[in-house]
């Protein structure tokens, strides 16, 4: 049976369980790809750290010698960040190694110059372990749907952030404990703000826009929110409501032009994606000639992100076992069949939302912020006002339909008046699906 070297860079929370799960999972992966596949090296920060099981003589600092190790047939990037991870990606495929990574940074950012360099080099660039960790989103957008187009991609896609929600939303926990444990539970982002910010969510969504609607996605080109700024107040509303709040990912072809956003939503609790929690991650895809369906998992962790990894790697190894290297490309399109399309801008898109006043609780006030609404065309659909205080009271509104830019600008006029005590929180409603 042909033998298949593999480079390991890095061996933290993914790295290991990549080890371990080839070593362990060595006779079914045979059986598979038909051919034996044997982790070489492994390139780490500190190589003198003891790691359980795996020998050390397979550990060096360096990861230009794993990459240069003529045993080393396939690289396999988990060091994570930017900068290094481009320099070992591109030196990896500079020296005709196929490439495997989870770096979703690494390829919201620099993914379509890695794929050029990819192709030109006649190597295979997988990436299903960057998003939804063990679910496979890409290989379903990329091979599954092949005679439709994509209408919509939404869902949650980063477990971190899902976690902190129903742990906040189910157990009432604190924003800060729920964080400490997705990330022992190594969830988390070597830097979390990118987890609750919504930027790993955004880096994911430029992911699976280029591969479903065929077009170069910038982050830039994404409306981001994340999830810190919400407090216990708007869950115990969403509750009031009926509602769950999700840190929700969208992408969708809006009369061709694309609306690509990342934000915390209050969606229905009977529905479906309001029932996915913890570290879950579930993508709901619209196809023209197949309708929705949703795919539901695991969406970080070590153990559900080397699942990703390994079908990856077995792929490869097929294709190097069968001489079919590059049939694939890594988009699913031919590079020049590919057209850009032009984005939604965000202040026209059109939602309910949740808004939280912060106001003076004396006659009048509510009167005066519902013209101010209706001034701008928004309708009001429900009000709550919490009991007297004596100090400023919440007062929360639920809107029908509006456009995004007649709400910021209600909201401004509202900051603006006297009987307004704080900044007006802003949570759009998720109803039509
Ligand atoms: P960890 O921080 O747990 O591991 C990083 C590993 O890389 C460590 O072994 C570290 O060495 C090594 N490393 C870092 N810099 C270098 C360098 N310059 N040269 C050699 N080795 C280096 O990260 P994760 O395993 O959690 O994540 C890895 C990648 O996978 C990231 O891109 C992440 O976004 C992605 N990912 C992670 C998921 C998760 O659930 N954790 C899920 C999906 C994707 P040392 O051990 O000595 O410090
Ligand atoms: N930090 C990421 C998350 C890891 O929580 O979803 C999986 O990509």
Known sequence: MKKIGVGLLGCGVVGEAVY???TEGAAVISAKCGAVIKVEKIAVR?????????????????????????????????????????????????QKKHVITANKLLLAKKGEEIFRQARKAGVNVGFEASVAGAVPVIRTIREAVASG???????????????????MMENGASFRDALSEA????????????????I?????????????????????DIYVEGIAMLSPDDFLFARQFGRVIKLLAVARNDGGKLDVRVHPAMVAANRQIARVDGVTNAV?????????????????????TASAVI????????????????????????????????????????????????????PGVLAKMAGVLGAKGISIDSVIQKGRSGGPVPLVILTHEATEKNVRAAIKSIDRLPSTRAKTMLIRLEDGR
């Open 46 to 94: 500190n190589p003198a750290k003891s790691r359980g099981k795996i020998p050390s003589r397979l550990f060096t600092r360096k990861w230009r010698d794993v990459v240069a190790a003529p045993e080393v047939d396939v690289v396999v990037e988990l060091i994570g960040g930017e900068d290094e991870a481009y320099a070992a990606v591109t030196e990896s495929i500079r």
């Open 149 to 167: 187009t994509i209408k919509s991609v939404f869902g949650i896609i980063n477990g971190t952030s899902n976690y902190i929600l129903t742990d």
């Open 311 to 362: 079908a990856d790697i077995v792929d490869t190894a097929r294709d190097i076992v069968r001489g079919s290297v590059g049939r694939m490309t890594p988009t699913g399109f031919l590079p020049d069949s590919r057209k850009p399309m032009p984005l939604k801008p965000m202040d026209s898109i059109k939602s309910g939302y949740y808004l939280r006043f912060t106001v003076d609780d004396k």
């Open 284 to 304: 709901e895809l619209e196809v023209s000639d197949a309708g929705r369906f949703m795919l539901i998992g695991p969406g970080a962790g070590g153990d559900a």
């Open 200 to 220: 790993d969510a955004a880096h994911k969504l430029a992911i699976l826009a280029n591969l479903a609607f065929g077009t170069p996605v910038k982050l830039r």
């Open 20 to 22: 371990r799960r080839l």
């Open 183 to 198: 990330q022992r539970l190594g969830y988390a982002e070597a830097d979390p703000t990118f987890d609750v910010a919504g």
